[in-house]
């Protein structure tokens, strides 16, 4: 994801096509709470000057294999193993408990 992408004075985030599942341009909406961390991330990651908006400590883009390598890490340091711990896992979670307080899942 890019940082051109991230537009927090309207509250969303553009995802290309090779970044979605149905390969189409999507628009996601933040809120204001996600805005506010993701100001404060920008202003700290800006000194790298890279184009991308997820950076490494040393300033260069980090790859879809390493939050999914990180998470599982993280999975095993937490003792997780009857879950697999991964991105489709925490988007699968957060939209039940999304739908089990009361949204609507359409």
Do not use: Q
């Given at each position: 994801m890019k940082r051109c992408n991230v537009d927090l004075k309207s509250g969303y985030?553009?995802?290309?096509?090779h970044e979605?599942?149905?390969k189409r341009t999507r628009s996601v909406p933040i809120s204001t709470k996600i805005i506010k961390l993701l100001e404060e991330y920008m202003?700290?990651?800006e000194d790298f000057g890279s184009e991308y908006f997820f950076v490494t400590y040393d300033g260069?883009?980090?790859l879809?294999?390493?939050w999914r390598r990180r998470?599982?890490?993280?999975?095993?340091?937490a003792g997780i193993s009857s879950k697999r711990v991964s991105p489709?896992?925490?988007?699968h979670m957060?939209?039940?408990f999304y739908i089990m307080n009361g949204g609507d899942p359409f």
């Open positions: 985030i553009k995802l290309e096509p979605t599942k149905t202003r700290e990651s260069r883009d980090i879809s294999k390493t998470l599982t890490e993280l999975g095993e340091m489709h896992t925490f988007r957060r939209a039940l």
